[in-house]
Structure formats: C-alpha cells, structure tokens
Nanobody
Framework: QVQLVESGGGLVQAGDSLRLSCAAS????????MGWFRQAPGKEREFVAA????????AYSDSVKGRFTISRDNAKNAVYLQMNSLKPEDTAVYYC???????????????WGQGTQVTVSS
C-alpha cells in the first residue's frame, strides 16, 4: 500500500495563501492519480482537486477553480495544493488521497492521509 502524509495547514486570514504538501511512500507514486478532499465540521467530505498520473490533467471543484492549483512532482513522490485568496468557507481538514484513475468520487480513492487543518479567519 501507499502511505500519505499531509503538511502545510495552519491559521490564516481571508485573502491569504497556503501551500499544502502530501508526501507519499514507496516507489509506485507515479502509478496513482492523486486528489485533495476537505471536510468541514458537520459536513460531508467534498472533492477539491485531482491530478492525473503524469500531472498533465488537473480537475477542480467549481468552488476553488481559479484560486487553487494542484500539482505533483513524481521525482519527489509529492503532490501539492496551492491555495490563494482563501475564504472563511475554505476552513476544513484537508486530505490527500490516491486512486487508480483521476476522478471526483471519494469512494474511488483507496489510500488517504491523516489530514491537515486549514482555518481561515475573517
């Protein structure tokens, strides 16, 4: 299996930026599509962004498109989420996940990190 560890979360003000990182173990990282999901208190986990195995094909939810950018560096076994123009509604625990194909469905992701907290104050 693959193990994923997120980092980079924190407390910021509205309009600020954060860059989340996800480090993967093993030598099979490039064989997985990668995604970011988030879960706010009292809400279901929702799709944020995903990227193909090669890193050439990204996908975003409408709520973050234009503000967030997903990328990956297969040589470093890492995936990133650059978050700009943060809003209070972005407050959530952010999770990194790995899947066989690039998609928006949380049920299709086989491996998950422990999550990192992002809090955006107004």
């Amino acid at each position: 299996q693959v193990q994923l560890v997120e980092s980079g979360g924190g407390l910021v003000q509205a309009g600020d930026s954060l860059r989340l990182s996800c480090a993967a173990s093993g030598r099979t990282f490039s064989g997985y599509a990668m995604g970011w999901f988030r879960q706010a208190p009292g809400k279901e986990r929702e799709f944020v962004a995903a990227v193909s195995r090669s890193g050439r094909i990204p996908a975003y939810s409408d709520s973050v498109k234009g503000r967030f950018t997903i990328s990956r560096d297969n040589a470093k076994n890492a995936v990133y989420l650059q978050m700009n123009s943060l809003k209070p509604e972005d407050t959530a625990v952010y999770y990194c996940a790995a899947a066989s194909t690039t998609n928006r469905d949380y049920a299709s992701y086989d491996y998950w990190g422990q999550g990192t907290q992002v809090t955006v104050s107004s």
